[in-house]
């Protein structure tokens, strides 16, 4: 069994959680120590998705890159996941708003883009990352039932091309194996998948491009510029632009960045395979499954049929002293029958929340890029930024500028006041899942 108590500081050089994912890896990681000095057209910082699919768009277009990371690949957020794979980015409600029901259908492709993205890569660099098609929202309370049938009919509207039902209470019941939920929706077009391979089969797909990557390498500081510098503390990177890619770098630009992203802890357990009895009882379809309240359970089968169950977030920042004990009651209410089950693995990790939900995306002084902020959508949302980000950085800045036009409030004071001002907000949400 396997636990992390916390997260470790961006500037700590640290290896993988002991996550299910971590122990399933197809490959360790091993990339070099940045050393001395390096140059490239783009510097990229963090190799999370966000990092690694910015890289993997610049390289397939010609850039030369460089990606320096502190950790890992895939080392937080994006390689301990649910895995799960849906469509869609917080906040483009509110960008349709802001600018009018003329960029509809650019928002909708938008919405899938990341998805696609996936489905391409994993068939075209031969990426092993378990990628199972199905994912279904379900219904804990009547009026829930209504978004199926706004998400079937948006997808009417849309002339949608790929397989999604209704289901109804004896439908989720013969397909789940439960009456804890009174019907869903199922979309074929999002599905799941192990985050952690993915994230490092692109990592792999852009190193074989010729994109440098740097592990074990915390960036100290940016100095600005024509060619801004990325420092470590054994070697520099110099490049025509930077991104910033993900949660964890306001330090660097605290002027632009700071109490944009506030940490909410998310925690998975993983039991022992299950058998084959059990698994045709709760989910023989192999699909993900989500909640539709507004804090979500979730779960899904690993490959080798585990049940990955996860929620509860924890907007406070305060990691819970046993993620076991605080998950492992959510999953009995939903399967009482696996109440003899052997728990294998117990982890957590942070997303990064924004007050409005959007991205917090931007440029600062022309050549430094930053991407941040999915609230808990990210790996679809990472892939699409990677290819928005690669897009201004090559001079289209369309899409770049639906996000970075919003406005985005900042919570005075520290990080620590910021978050329970969110854990005040998410409580009235809570108790509205629980009316």
């Known amino acids: 069994m396997y636990r992390e108590k916390e997260m470790q500081a961006v500037n700590q050089k640290q290896e993988h959680t002991g996550s299910y994912y971590a122990a399933t890896v197809n490959e360790i990681t091993n990339y070099p120590v940045l050393k001395g000095k390096q140059s490239a057209d783009i510097c990229v910082v963090g190799a999370g998705f966000t990092g690694v699919a910015t890289a993997l768009t610049l390289a397939e277009r010609g850039y030369s890159v460089a990606i320096v990371e502190a950790n890992r690949v895939g080392w937080g957020a994006s390689g301990r996941n649910g895995g799960q794979l849906i469509n869609g980015i917080s906040g483009l409600e509110k960008i349709r708003k802001k600018h009018g029901a003329g960029i509809t259908d650019m928002l909708w492709d938008i919405k899938w883009r990341g998805n696609d993205i996936v489905y391409e890569r994993v068939e075209k660099y031969a990426i092993k990352c378990d990628l199972k098609s199905g994912f279904l929202e379900t219904a804990l309370k009547p009026q829930q039932m209504k978004y199926a049938e706004e998400y079937a009919a948006e997808r009417d509207r849309h002339n949608f091309p790929y397989k999604y039902e209704i289901w109804d209470s004896e439908k989720t019941r013969d397909m789940l194996g439960t009456d804890a939920f009174l019907g869903g929706f199922i979309c074929y077009r999002d599905g799941h998948l192990h985050p952690l391979n993915l994230c490092i089969g692109e990592a792999r797909a852009a190193h074989e491009l010729g994109v440098k990557i740097y592990e074990q390498s915390p960036v100290t500081g940016i100095d600005h510029g024509a060619r801004p510098q990325v420092k470590t503390a054994a070697g520099v990177v110099e490049a025509d632009s930077v991104v910033l890619a993900g949660n964890a770098y306001s330090q660097f630009e605290p002027k632009h960045l700071s109490n944009l992203i506030f940490p909410a802890g998310s925690y998975i357990i993983g039991t022992e395979p299950l058998s084959a009895a059990v698994v045709s009882e709760i989910n023989p379809l192999d699909i993900a499954v989500c909640d539709m309240n507004e804090v979500?359970?979730?779960?899904?089968?690993?490959?080798?049929?585990r049940l990955l169950y996860g929620g509860a977030c924890n907007y406070s920042n305060r990691d819970p002293a046993s993620i076991k004990s605080y998950i492992l009651p959510r999953m009995l209410k939903v399967y009482p029958q696996l109440a003899n089950v052997r728990v294998d693995f117990e982890w957590g990790g942070k997303i990064g929340i924004v007050l409005n939900r959007i991205p917090a995306i931007g440029r600062i002084n022309n050549n430094v890029y930053?991407?941040?902020?999915?609230?808990?959508?990210?790996v679809n949302a990472t892939h699409v930024m990677g290819e928005i980000m690669s897009?201004?950085?090559?001079?289209?800045?369309e899409k770049f500028d639906l996000f970075a036009d919003m406005k985005h409030f900042r919570i005075p004071g520290s990080q620590w006041l910021g978050n329970q001002m969110i854990a005040l907000g998410m409580l009235y949400y809570r108790m509205k899942d629980l009316l």
């Open 370 to 378: 930053y991407c941040q902020g999915y609230s808990g959508h990210g």
């Open 391 to 397: 897009d201004a950085i090559g001079g289209t800045m």
């Open 296 to 305: 979500v359970d979730y779960y899904r089968l690993s490959a080798d049929k």
